[in-house]
């Protein structure tokens, strides 16, 4: 995440985003904590079984 953010910045980005599984709760929090936010979702399915990742953004002051 760190040398995400390290190329964004280089690259001069407004935001990056991510997906992470839903039921992902420390993943989600850990995130969080690191100031990214939910904006939206997406379902994609695990062999038969339908999943749904949240998706979310990091902002950036340019």
């Known amino acids: 995440m760190y040398k995400a953010i390290d190329m ?3 690259r001069k980005k407004s ?3 991510l997906g992470v599984w839903e039921k992902n709760d420390k993943a989600i929090l850990f995130y969080k904590k ?3 936010y939910v904006i939206g979702q997406h ?3 695990m062999g038969e079984e339908e999943q749904t990742d949240f998706i979310m953004r990091k902002d950036f002051k340019i």
């Open 34 to 36: 690191n100031g990214f």
């Open 8 to 10: 964004a910045s280089i």
């Open 15 to 17: 935001y990056i985003w």
């Open 43 to 45: 379902s994609f399915f």
